[in-house]
């Protein structure tokens, strides 16, 4: 009952599963290397962290391995498959969860100045996110993401006093996985991280990829040194374009896709 897909262009059985479920896992799209880079990377930009829980954004500018990860292969294809060919990351969040630590709150992603669900029902997909697991989380309590398979789809909130609880429905799937594994899934569906009681802190990486007419959530501007060294496509998925005159005509311009 696990929303297993592969890497590579969505197929129709994972469309079919993407809409059923609101996510789909992906398991060893990272490789050992990528996995070692990217977490000793995110190591370094929280080297100064306290908080417990703390998802610090645009990272990727000043940590080539994380912005590897903006355009992998194993994320633009089902980017592609749900959008189309018109899309931009909207923001990246390195995110730790402290060893021992816990900041257990069920939500939807979205805006809090005005809630994708007042838009329309059900939750449109504003927001996909593609979350890299770092760390090891095969076991529950390591910082896992915890989920409500279809929520995305219910016209009825998860209950207020249910939202700091660990379990919260007997139809909650909470994702064991090992380091390396990609979780895609809507803004719509409810989500939490669990508690992490291991002795080491638990590190994913989030890239957020929204309609090219969502403003940036993690920068006003992208820092033009940086961009001069991405690829063409990995400057047009960050929406490295100069703004048309009327955004909403068709001039927002085709991604170089490298495929």
């Given at each position: 009952?696990?929303?297993?897909?592969?890497?590579?262009?969505?197929?129709?059985?994972?469309?079919?599963?993407?809409?059923?479920?609101?996510?789909?896992?992906?398991?060893?799209?990272?490789?050992?290397?990528?996995?070692?880079?990217?977490?000793?990377?995110?190591?370094?930009?929280?080297?100064?962290?306290?908080?417990?829980?703390?998802?610090?954004?645009?990272t990727y500018e000043k940590e080539p391995a994380l912005a590897r990860l903006i355009d992998h292969p194993s994320v633009i294809p089902k980017v592609r498959g749900l959008y189309g060919d018109k899309f931009v990351m909207q923001s990246g969040w390195c995110a730790r969860l402290a060893a021992n630590g816990s900041i257990v709150g069920w939500h939807q992603d979205g805006s809090g100045a005005y809630g994708f669900e007042k838009v329309a029902h059900p939750v449109p997909l504003l927001q996909l996110r593609a979350s890299f697991s770092l760390t090891d989380q095969s076991r529950e309590n390591m910082g896992n993401m915890?989920?409500?398979?279809?929520?995305?789809?219910?016209?009825?909130?998860?209950?207020?006093?249910?939202?700091?609880?660990?379990?919260?429905?007997?139809?909650?799937?909470?994702?064991?996985?090992?380091?390396?594994?990609?979780?895609?899934?809507?803004?719509?569906?409810?989500?939490?991280?669990?508690?992490?009681?291991?002795?080491?802190?638990?590190?994913?990486?989030?890239?957020?990829?929204?309609?090219p007419w969502m403003r940036r959530a993690d920068r006003f501007v992208s820092d033009t040194a940086f961009m001069a060294e991405q690829s063409p496509q990995r400057r047009a998925v960050m929406g490295d374009y100069e703004r048309p005159d009327a955004p909403f005509a068709g001039g927002v311009p085709e991604i170089p896709f490298e495929d």
């Open positions: 009952m696990i929303p297993l897909a592969q890497p590579g262009p969505m197929t129709e059985d994972e469309r079919f599963m993407f809409e059923c479920y609101g996510y789909l896992i992906i398991e060893d799209v990272l490789t050992q290397t990528e996995i070692d880079e990217a977490l000793a990377a995110s190591q370094r930009v929280h080297a100064e962290t306290t908080e417990v829980f703390s998802p610090l954004g645009n915890m989920l409500i398979p279809g929520s995305h789809r219910c016209p009825y909130p998860l209950p207020q006093d249910k939202r700091r609880e660990v379990e919260v429905s007997p139809i909650q799937h909470n994702v064991l996985c090992k380091a390396g594994t990609m979780l895609l899934f809507h803004n719509g569906v409810w989500h939490s991280p669990m508690p992490n009681d291991e002795d080491f802190d638990r590190y994913n990486m989030h890239y957020i990829y929204s309609p």
